[in-house]
């Protein structure tokens, strides 16, 4: 087996149209919870120049001005209004409402027999992973790439030039399996400020500076002197944002999650509610591994939740410590099953998940897609405790 | 056109200027008028700087020296106004541009011209010069028409109305009765049958003449009827134009009747304002004006009186001149009238179109053409029938006549008059629903529209404020009626709880509505009015409230204050401070919040609960207000702070009753609903969903922009397809929709009643405006009126145009397969030679009274059940298809086999001769009248109708006409001149027979037909 190597991960500023999709479409769901927290909704959005098209199914007692919504959020983000205008553009949306079904109920206090009527309404299978890269256990490459962009994102205020869609990339060298140095940072900004065009120079200096340095200085990895560091190498781009391409919700589900150092589901986490097992059941699976390596169980873990239409629970789960688990497999699955419930009645309970937006004023899941759906930023995810670390050891 | 006014008009022109201080100039008047020569050297050496002055009486030209720093112009302006003064008339700088007779030879050619100008000579009025005024500066203008900016002098307006005449177009001028009666007979049909006479009358025989002039001569008097009603209901058609203008005269704004407007009089522009007559801008701002009536083009131009033109700027491109027949979208100016009545641009158009008769509709022409093809086709089959005959041995005389006779029985010649009749008499129909159709193309679009898109305010809802929602910190409240409800409980406010009885009173003491002196009703913005009938709902007497806390002072909503704040006189001393505005800024500003058990401090959980609340409220509503008050002891300059929260208010829009039930209603008919509002899309969302723009569990698709000309026209057609509302559109952007919809092929109704809408009206297939609401533009634009300002009478509308396109079809079915079945039989007589089967009498009988009465009484037919329950057709679809053809050749030849069958059956009884050609002629005349019945519907059967409404009228015709064939074989003078035999008992089983067997047939093939899923009715 190959243990040295070099992983790259990807990963997107929140004014990426792709990015910029996926928080429009967790606004809604964050709107609607936010009144009624037994909502169900299905938010999607697509964008394109000066038009954003949304697509949403949703059942509910809340009332929400979606296109205002989405408009909100453009706004946030600050395009220069070239490359798209929050007022100006064209909203078009696609609306349908739908009945409650028994899912669209308060979980907080259902007994354990309710939550076996709860079933799932969409087959999926998911993967939660974790690993000792970094304290928040999760890749290094990711973790890195992810962030480049939330720091890309802080600067915008300093580097009046920078537009709020950059992509930026970090290389990870493996040796041993085990991440040794950074091999290559790139950065692509957008630079579309119509009134200056920084030159080369300012802008490397000023993203080494502003960006870079900031990021790796609590990294465990720190640049050197052979790490190829990139920059816009064709040049500053001076149009970003959706002038220059177009989004779609749940097209970046790679740096929403592992960066593609594990597997993930392809479908999106942005745009659903809590009843959508195919995202709640990434973020228990996450819990689940997260618990597993924080245990001291196994050096990295990764968990895989199969769910099935009509059942409340998985109906496989399977987990995979690559050789690098303390005791057996078998052992520590049994232990998983003994004290974690995959089921979407208790996922959506234990975490609490209907309530999260009314008690962040609103603002929750539409900040997951820009800071990150895994690992601490500033804000407080259920999923990424280690309560249960304790009761698998 | 005309530059002949009562003197020649005279032209200064610069020969040579190209010299700095040199100039040669061609002074009007001067060649050999030595006096003019004198004065005018005398007068051009005073002007400063000239050295010298030279003029000539032999060339008539001017050479002057001037100083090299002076320009030529300065002094040619002098110059002109000096020989105007010398001259008595207008002198008219070449470089000005004018008309001259020789450049208008060839404008002068249309046919119009000899007639325009008899008439200008029977009026007595001078004719109009025709400068090219756009060239020239509005000063100069002026000047020539002896104007000024603040308008003619009172004495000259009457002279220049007698001068020049009323400035009135010439209206279509219908024909006479005379005309009308006269081409009666000039047409194909009565051409072959005036053959056919002289060939009787060659042949002696007399009598057949005579029935023919006979035939003729009824067939003319009910086409004269028939046309003449129809005629006079479509001119009355058109126009609703203002009749009034404003003008100012002599200083003062004045408004007088259109017609009165005369040259030089100075129109005062304001929005909604019809030109009346074309004029010069003299100054502008921001105007736009709406000049599709003039060159068709649907957006509204940008006039500018500053704006200088060339000679040859075309007329839509003339942005300092203003013409007569368009409207005034935006902004505001004046003009100096230059050109009135038949002179202006619109009168020459319509003096070149000026024929009698408004522009035929497309189906109109569609049964033209058609009509011209059956003829050719008819006169085809004749010829044959000649040939056939002539090689079967039949005398040559003989053979033509019959011919002919078949010709003028078989040409379809009441194609054109009944779909002219029946247009007429749906028109009229329409008018007694109070509809009124101002277009005639508009109903058969009524017929086919595809979608409707409909004005949110004042169509759909009432356009009026009312408050439907109350939110307690405990309770939510929804109003309706001047009720309160919780859930669909009707409770007492008070009882519920005490901040209630505050924030009513808040309502009504920061407000400044006013009850009315006298009677019920509210004096005050709709907003405020809506507040305070819900104070007055919830019981509070707003006279005495206002008396026992005055009113000391008034902070208005102000841009930096998004809400209104009072301060009244407590009654112990103290001041009560009431607020209501925006639930944002206000929440800031609160401290508390009033509650059942008194007073409580405002905590982040509770503003939370308030946000939350204004958002909801915000989404489904208009307007949402809050409410908050305080009291205090002295007067403070901030008294917006430390403030009690009492709640919130939501208000909307009240819809009209009955609109959801009318979407519905549209949708079953297969017309799509389509709502464009300038509001928030959440409101929009919500009024559309309550409306059920579209079906349950199907997406409710919505555009919110404001900048609809910003997405690319061929996104937004494939936008427009699926879309039910947009949201935030301006007026202006209507245009955009329609356009797109029709960019999909789509047939499509827009409702608007602002003088915005005008282009959207006019681009859209069917413009409807509603009442009296409707703006002076809309209602001169629109193609439908409803007059009882209430939507559902467009549902009527729909029903009746559609209606009608089925009833001239249903004349057209029935005309063409009777017509066809002669054909047939004549074709088959020919064939097997022998007697004919039917001789042309008898031909010019049956085409005198199965064509017309039934024909006429088809298209006077009830709405059939289903009218409004299937879609709507196809508008490219021609009004008779293929399938339609076929169907037709199959029901003539079933009518023609029941005919033939007789025939056969009395040929082997009777052999050749009058008895078997009475039965066949018999047999075939029923059979025709029988077929109308047929023709009913193409759904429903006689055999089962399915409580299809009968039709009297046509029971009536058939009645007549069988009557008529009853005195035809009892009568004996009629029946020598049909040449027909008595009719026996077994006879006249066997004519039931095969009168009645055919529609047996083409019955049943109706109802196989349905069972066949392939529809039928397509078209």
């Not at chain 2, 007088?256 to 407007?261: A, C, D, M, N, S």
């Not at chain 2, 040939?387 to 054109?416: D, Q």
Request: glycine share 8%.
């Amino acid at each position: 087996m190959i243990s040295d190597f070099v992983f790259n991960s990807q990963s997107v500023t929140a004014g990426h149209p792709d990015r910029m999709c996926d928080i429009v479409s967790d606004a809604i769901i964050d709107a609607f919870l936010r009144q009624d927290p037994t909502s169900r909704i299905t938010a999607e959005c697509a964008l394109s120049r000066n038009i954003l098209f949304l697509a949403a199914r949703y059942a509910s007692d809340a009332v929400v001005d979606i296109p205002e919504t989405a408009r909100k959020v453009i706004e946030n983000i600050g395009y220069w209004p070239e490359d798209f205008n929050a007022a100006d553009c064209t909203v078009v949306t696609s609306l349908i409402e739908q009945q409650k079904s028994s899912r669209e109920t308060d979980f907080s206090a259902l007994e354990d027999d309710e939550i076996e009527q709860i079933t799932v309404s969409h087959q999926s299978t998911l993967f939660g992973y974790a690993c000792r890269h970094t304290p928040e256990l999760m890749p290094l490459p990711i973790t890195l790439a992810n962030a480049l962009a939330r720091r890309l994102h802080l600067v915008w205020d300093t580097l009046d030039y920078i537009s709020p869609d950059c992509t930026t990339q970090v290389g990870v060298e493996f040796v041993d399996n085990q991440p040794k140095r950074i091999h290559s940072i790139t950065l692509i900004i957008g630079c579309d400020n119509p009134d200056k065009t920084p030159t080369q120079m300012t802008m490397e200096e000023d993203l080494r500076h502003h960006v870079i340095a900031p990021v790796f200085a609590q990294a465990p990895l720190q640049p050197d002197n052979l790490t190829k560091i990139v920059i816009n190498p064709s040049g500053p781009f001076v149009r970003s944002g959706p002038a220059a391409h177009s989004g779609m919700t749940g097209r970046k589900s790679d740096s929403d999650t592992y960066g593609s150092f594990a597997r993930h589901s392809g479908a999106a986490l942005s745009g659903k509610s809590p009843s959508r097992i195919d995202r709640v059941g990434v973020y228990a699976a996450r819990h689940a591994a997260k618990n597993i390596v924080a245990a001291g169980l196994a050096e990295q873990c990764e968990v895989q939740l199969s769910y099935s239409i009509g059942h409340a629970g998985p109906v496989s789960v399977l987990l995979n410590t690559q050789g690098t688990g303390k005791l057996d497999d078998h052992e520590i699955r049994k232990r998983l099953l003994r004290h974690f419930d995959f089921r979407l009645g208790a996922i959506v309970r234990d975490f609490n998940l209907r309530q999260l937006p009314a008690l962040h004023n609103g603002v929750f899941y539409q900040r997951l897609p820009a800071i990150g759906h895994f690992g601490e930023h500033g804000l407080v995810l259920p999923w990424e405790n280690t309560d249960k670390a304790a009761l698998l050891r | 056109m005309q530059s002949a006014t009562d003197r020649p008009p005279l032209y200064l022109s610069v020969l040579h200027e190209h010299v700095a201080g040199r100039g040669r100039v061609k002074i009007p008047g001067l060649y050999r008028n030595e006096q003019l020569r004198e004065e005018l050297e005398a007068y051009v050496l005073g002007l400063d700087d000239v050295r010298s002055v030279r003029a000539s009486t032999l060339t008539g030209n001017l050479i002057i020296e001037y100083a090299s720093q002076q320009e030529l112009e300065n002094y040619l302006r002098g110059i002109v106004r000096f020989l105007e003064a010398e001259l008595g008339q207008p002198v008219l700088r070449r470089s000005e541009g004018i008309d001259r007779p020789g450049k208008t030879a060839k404008l002068k050619k249309p046919a119009a011209k000899a007639k325009k100008e008899i008439s200008a000579d029977e009026q007595g009025y001078q004719a109009q010069a025709q400068h090219f005024w756009h060239t020239l500066p509005h000063s100069r203008v002026l000047e020539i028409l002896d104007s000024a900016e603040d308008g003619l002098p009172a004495n000259a307006v009457s002279q220049r109305l007698a001068r020049f005449g009323p400035n009135a177009l010439v209206h279509y001028r219908n024909r006479s009765p005379l005309q009308m009666v006269l081409q009666q007979f000039a047409s194909a049909p009565v051409a072959m049958l005036g053959v056919s006479a002289a060939i009787s009358i060659a042949t002696g025989g007399l009598a057949d003449a005579a029935v023919i002039a006979v035939v003729v001569g009824i067939n003319a008097v009910i086409g004269y009827f028939t046309e003449k009603s129809a005629e006079e209901t479509i001119s009355a058609l058109g126009q609703l134009t203002p009749d009034t203008a404003t003008v100012i005269r002599a200083g003062k704004t004045l408004e007088i009747p259109l017609h009165e407007v005369v040259i030089g009089d100075v129109l005062l522009l304001a929005p909604g304002a019809y030109i009346p007559a074309d004029a010069r801008l003299l100054n502008s701002n921001r105007l736009s004006i709406d000049e599709s009536p003039l060159t068709g083009e649907s957006l509204p131009v940008s006039k500018n009186f500053a704006f200088a033109c060339q000679n040859e700027t075309a007329l839509a491109d003339r942005l300092n001149m203003v013409y007569m027949g368009t409207m005034v979208t935006g902004g505001n100016g004046k003009a100096v009238v230059v050109s009135t009545g038949r002179y202006t641009e619109i009168g020459k158009i319509q003096e070149l179109v000026g024929e009698a008769r408004p522009p035929e509709t497309p189906m109109q022409k569609q049964i033209d053409t058609m009509g011209m093809q059956l003829a050719l086709f008819s006169s085809g089959v004749c010829a044959l029938v000649f040939a056939v005959g002539l090689v079967r041995g039949r005398p040559l005389l003989e053979m033509l006549m019959s011919a002919i006779s078949l010709a003028v029985a078989a040409v379809p010649e009441g194609l054109p008059a009944v779909a002219t009749t029946t247009l007429a008499l749906g028109i009229k129909d329409m008018q007694r629903h109070k509809v009124l159709i101002r277009q005639l193309p508009a109903v058969e679009n009524l017929g086919s529209v595809q979608v409707i898109c409909l004005d949110k305010t004042g169509t759909l809802t009432l356009n009026k404020m009312s408050a439907v929602a109350v939110h307690g910190l405990e309770t939510v409240l929804q109003v309706r009626h001047g009720r309160f409800l919780q859930g669909e409980e009707a409770v007492d406010l008070y009882a519920l709880n005490p901040a209630f009885k505050r924030m009513m009173e808040v309502l009504v003491l920061c407000n400044e509505s006013k009850l009315a002196e006298h009677g019920q009703g509210l004096i005050g913005s709709p907003t405020e009015n809506a507040l305070m009938q819900l104070a007055m709902d919830a019981g509070e007497d707003v006279r005495d409230l206002r008396g026992r806390y005055p009113l000391l002072k008034t902070d208005y909503r102000a841009e930096d204050r998004p809400y209104m704040v009072t301060v009244h006189m407590a009654v112990d001393g103290d001041y009560l401070v009431a607020v209501k505005g925006s639930p944002l800024a206000m929440l800031d500003l609160c401290k508390w919040h009033e509650t059942s058990d008194g007073l409580q401090p405002l905590s982040d959980e509770t503003r939370e609960k308030i946000l939350v609340g204004n958002e909801r409220l915000g989404a489904d509503s208009l307007r949402v207000l809050g409410v908050a008050y305080r009291l205090m002891n002295e007067l403070a300059d901030d008294s917006a702070a430390d403030l009690i929260w009492l709640g919130l208010v939501g208000m909307e829009d009240m819809m009209r009753p009955g609109m959801a039930e009318l979407m519905q209603e549209f949708h079953d008919a297969g017309i799509a609903t389509v709502m464009i509002t300038g509001d928030q899309s959440a409101t929009a969302y919500s009024v559309g969903r309550r409306l059920g723009l579209k079906g349950e569990n199907e997406p409710l698709e919505m555009v919110d922009s404001v900048h609809l000309e910003k997405l690319n026209p061929q996104v937004l057609a494939g936008l427009v397809n699926t879309t039910s509302i947009f949201s935030r559109v301006s007026p202006a952007h209507k245009l955009r929709i329609v356009e797109a919809l029709q960019l999909n092929g789509k047939v499509v109704a827009m409702t608007g009643d602002g003088i915005n809408d005008g282009p959207a009206l006019k681009a859209a297939n069917v413009g409807v405006t509603l009442g009296d609401k409707g703006s002076d533009v809309a209602r001169s634009i629109a193609d439908v009126v409803l007059e009882e300002d209430d939507l559902s009478t467009m549902i009527t509308a729909i029903r009746q145009g559609r209606t009608i396109y089925d009833n001239i079809r249903k004349s057209l079915h029935f005309l063409l397969s009777t017509n066809l079945s002669e054909i047939e039989v004549m074709l088959v007589s020919a064939m097997i030679g022998g007697a004919e089967i039917l001789n042309p009498m008898q031909l010019l009988w049956i085409n005198l009274i199965t064509d017309i009465f039934p024909g006429l009484a088809l298209a006077l037919e009830p709405p059939e059940g289903n009218v409004l329950k299937r879609p709507p057709r196809d508008p490219n679809q021609p009004i008779v298809s293929p399938k339609d053809y076929a169907k037709l050749l199959r029901e003539s030849s079933v009518i023609s086999a029941g005919a033939l069958g007789v025939y056969g059956y009395s040929l082997l009884r009777y052999g050749m001769g009058p008895k078997a050609s009475t039965n066949a002629f018999m047999s075939l005349t029923l059979g025709q009248l029988l077929q109308a019945y047929s023709c009913r519907s193409e759904q429903t059967s006689v055999f089962n109708p399915q409580n299809r409404e009968s039709n009297r009228y046509l029971d009536n015709a058939i009645g007549f006409s069988v009557l008529l064939q009853i005195l035809a074989v009892t009568v004996p003078a009629l029946r020598g001149l049909l040449r027909l035999a008595p009719v026996g008992p077994v006879d006249l089983l066997a004519i039931l027979a095969g009168a009645g067997l055919p529609l047996v047939v083409n019955e049943s093939a109706k109802i196989s037909n349905k069972r066949n899923p392939v529809r039928e009715d397509a078209a």
